[in-house]
């Protein structure tokens, strides 16, 4: 409770709280307060996320892209698949990810291929709130 009353000088006293199943909570009335939510990620979300980096990668060499964009689908799909095999996966994180997986892909949106694999990158930013 000092903690509390007499913040420590480096600044305001930082506050975890976790409200399991709830979304957008705010605790408590206070000045300079600011609010961390972090709900995890569904399995199912993840698998959404991990088969669009598989996919992405593996069908990177048939749509006509260049070999840096290539080069950048494949680092991209690593980072997904480390992220999602990390122990608490973070859903904004996953959200980039998957923005950058579809901004290298939207040159190929003329393919059907291309547009395709932008469609299922679409349909799991929209799993993660995107």
């Keep these: 409770m000092s903690e509390i009353e007499n ?15 709830s979304h957008n909570v705010v605790i408590g009335t206070q000045s300079r307060f600011t609010q961390n939510y972090a709900p995890e990620v569904d ?3 993840l698998t959404q996320v991990m088969e669009f980096a598989a996919r992405s990668r ?23 698949e480390s992220e999602v095999g990390g122990q608490r996966p973070e859903r904004g994180r996953l959200r980039d990810l998957t923005n950058q997986l579809i901004s290298t892909l939207t040159p190929a949106a003329g393919t059907v291929l291309g547009q395709g694999l932008i ?5 799991a930013l929209h799993a993660l709130g995107g």
């Design 119 to 123: 469609t299922a990158g679409n349909e």
């Design 58 to 80: 593996q069908e990177r060499h048939e749509i006509s892209l260049t070999e840096e964009q290539q080069s950048n689908i494949e680092e991209l799909a690593g980072e997904v």
């Design 7 to 21: 913040p420590p000088a480096s600044g305001s006293p930082t506050f975890d709280v976790r409200v399991d199943a």
């Design 43 to 45: 399995s199912q979300t």
